[in-house]
């Protein structure tokens, strides 16, 4: 049976259109199919939200030919500071210090604007051959098959295809259509997000105070004045603070950000997003895989849930290209066993490691406070000890796969 395509992507946010470039480029025939209109993410302004890319997203970025023209758009981060803190007392005299110039790979990651992530994206999707995007298009059903996957769009078209990949986010409708559970629980607590222009230079160093209400995190912005916050906060207090006008939210938010970087001033839309971990029980099942935020949508404490869907990118494209070249069935649970045996336990362990970090340091026993204070001195005072988080942080540990070494496939 001729199918539409090889592979039928549902969700084309950000790793549903990474997979289709590296499966395209590998020989298959991709369509994606998202709910969103490409235009208007396309057009969004400056609205300040962006990601830390590790440094083996980046490798990854590189080898499906995106980075050259993201490359004057982000923001090397040089240096991470890590300290405990409290509203109005300042960073703990004890906090960890990471410098770049530690590790021979170069900066452990950049910083990069959702839109002009996604209108790359975009734009590679559609200049690519092998590529269909239909956005505006929701998927409602699917039907696996001894032959392939039919999938049934919500105008009613039918398409057909070999594997559906549910790149469909944390409320994954492809996860659940295939029986798919999933485990998690929420953190009772919400993101501020928004970004601020500030008098002094970040001089490309991250921040992150960890408040017993939630972390706060202030990311580099290129050019050196402006930092994308992500605050965490109680649900009800986030829930407060949303609500005040401009002025009254800076106030709330100056005490925590602290005096380093001189006056500050909001500079961007200013968001919620509730915090929750949701993993999938299984990451495949017949004519299915899940990637990115429908296979596990983690905590944003670290930063590390685009660049764990990226891992997923990499090795879900490695095994599936190969199996193609070796004449095998791309919807065959054996093919994709060897992803989910590759993948779920590393993202696994990470969810859970973000949540452990989230749990002992979004708390105020004086207790937990001294073990984490002296933990953060151990670590600062340990070189080896402080490269070995630092390679983690660029995302160079682990069995990464070759895209991720930035190797073709
Ligand atoms: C506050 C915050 C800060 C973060 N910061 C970072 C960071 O610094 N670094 C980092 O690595 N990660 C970060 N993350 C995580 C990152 O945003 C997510 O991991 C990433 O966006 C997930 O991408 P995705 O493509 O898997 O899913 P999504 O971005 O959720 O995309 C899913 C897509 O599927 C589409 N869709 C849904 N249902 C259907 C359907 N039935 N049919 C068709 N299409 C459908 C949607 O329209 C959407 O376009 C952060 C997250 C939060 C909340």
């Known amino acids: 049976m001729e199918h539409d395509a090889d592979i039928l992507i549902a969700g084309g946010g950000l790793n549903g259109p990474a997979l289709a470039l590296a499966l395209a480029q590998g020989g298959l025939r991709v369509i994606v199919v998202d709910a969103r209109p490409a235009p208007a993410r396309a057009e969004a302004g400056f609205d ?26 982000v923001q090397p981060m040089r240096q991470i500071k890590a300290s405990d803190g409290h509203a109005g007392q300042g960073a703990s005299p004890l906090f960890l210090h990471f410098d770049s110039a530690e590790i021979e790979e170069g900066p452990m990651g950049f910083m990069l604007e959702d839109r002009h992530l996604y209108r790359a994206f975009l734009q590679a999707m559609q200049t690519t051959p092998g590529i269909t995007l239909i956005s505006g298009e929701t998927v409602v059903a699917q039907q696996p098959a001894p032959t392939g996957v039919s999938v049934t769009l919500a105008s009613g078209r039918v398409l057909t295809a070999g594997l559906l990949v549910g790149c469909d ?12 559970r999933r485990q998690g629980w929420g953190y009772d607590q919400t993101a501020l997000v928004t970004a601020v222009w500030h008098e002094k230079d970040h001089e490309g160093t991250a921040q992150q105070f960890f408040m017993p209400s939630g972390p706060l995190a202030i990311l580099p912005l290129p050019g050196g004045h402006h930092s994308s916050i992500v605050w965490s906060e109680s649900t009800a207090a ?53 990637v990115g935020d429908a296979a596990h949508g983690v905590h944003p404490i670290a930063g590390q849930g685009l660049n764990l869907g990226l891992r ?70 340990l070189p080896g000890l402080r490269r070995g988080f630092m390679r983690q942080a660029a995302g160079l540990s682990g069995d990464l796969p070759k895209l991720l070494r930035g190797q073709p496939i």
Request: zero cysteines.
């Open 48 to 73: 300040g939200r962006a990601y830390a890319l590790a440094l083996a997203s980046k490798r990854l970025l590189t080898m499906i030919g995106l980075w050259d023209s993201l490359a004057d758009k």
């Open 169 to 180: 986010g944390r409320g994954s409708g492809v996860a659940a259509r295939a029986g798919i």
């Open 238 to 290: 986030a829930t407060a603070i949303q609500a005040l006008d401009d002025a009254a939210y800076l106030a709330a938010l100056r005490p925590r950000f602290g005096d380093f970087l001189g006056q500050i001033k909001l500079a961007g839309i200013r968001f919620t997003y509730p915090l929750s971990l949701s993993l999938a029980e299984r990451f495949v099942a017949p004519r299915v895989a899940l």
């Open 312 to 381: 997923d990118v990499g090795a879900l494209a490695e095994v599936l290209i190969e199996a193609m070249r070796r004449g095998e069935d791309l919807g065959a649970i054996d093919v994709l066993e060897r992803y989910q045996r590759w993948r779920r336990f590393d993202a696994t362990a990470l969810a859970l490691g973000m949540d452990t970090v989230n749990r002992l340091f979004s708390n105020d026993n004086p207790l937990l406070r001294l073990g984490r204070d002296l933990g953060m001195g151990l670590v600062s005072s």
